[in-house]
């Protein structure tokens, strides 16, 4: 079993639909990430939290950390914001290998 | 402000020949991460590096692979004697601060063939 798992792994919407992707992991994390994806391969980091909720233009982004879930939400949906989405946690700080692990992404289409 | 750099994009190369791939992470970040990503597969955590330091390479294949990160120039990922499983998207990353403290960024990638 993965240590992140994301769901749905495949997801298509009409443009303006409220979009939600959710993010659960099995063990403890010091951070957790979301990153784009484009389907031309690059990769674009959308947020880093510990806690709480953050928010950048239509994007939005959750966690729980006592329930081990995060939720990547995008509000007023658009063609553009089609690509894979991916959550990926950093397992533990200090000391340790700092490198992320990695859900297996979700795959996003937003038709107009 | 340039971002990550990571060259050559698209790298082919025949059973047993050398892949190198190089990383210029962005101005001032001392931390680099290397990820793998297979076909149909998801990324994968191969080595952390600070400069002339290997963190953490416990995502590194035993045999094959070797990463450096020196104290002038870009960050190394090298890969001896490739065979064609090796085949995948190889991607680099910066990040001023560690993984759990900073955002990483992401360089577009080397993408290697093996034929």
């Known amino acids: 079993k993965n240590e992140v798992e994301q769901s749905p792994q495949n997801l298509t919407a009409q443009e303006g639909e409220f979009i939600t992707i959710n993010c659960s992991y099995s063990?403890?994390?010091?951070?957790l990430h979301w990153l784009q994806q484009h389907p031309g391969g690059g990769i674009v980091s959308l947020f880093m939290l510990s806690s709480g909720k953050k928010k950048h233009g239509r994007l939005i982004a959750t966690i729980n950390i006592q329930e081990k879930h995060s939720s990547l939400h995008i509000t007023a949906s658009h063609p553009r914001d089609s690509a894979v989405y991916i959550c990926a946690a950093s397992l533990y700080s200090g000391g340790g290998a700092d490198g992320l692990t990695f859900g297996k992404g979700t795959h996003l289409i937003i038709q107009p | 402000n340039a971002g990550v750099m990571q060259n050559p994009r698209h790298l082919v190369r025949r059973r047993g020949q050398e892949a190198r791939l190089r990383c210029s992470p962005v101005k001032g970040h001392s931390h680099v991460y290397w990820y793998r990503q297979l076909p149909e597969e998801g990324l994968k955590f191969m080595v952390y590096?600070?400069?002339?330091?290997?963190?953490?390479e416990s995502g590194m294949p035993k045999e094959r692979f070797s990463a450096e990160f020196p104290k002038e120039g870009p960050s190394i990922l090298r890969i001896q004697q490739v065979v064609r499983g090796d085949s995948a998207a190889y991607f680099c990353a910066s990040s001023p601060w560690t993984a759990s403290s900073d955002t990483q960024y992401f360089g577009p990638g080397t993408r290697l063939t093996v034929l």
């Open positions: 063990v403890g994390i010091s951070a």
């Open positions: 590096l600070q400069k002339e330091n290997i963190i953490d």
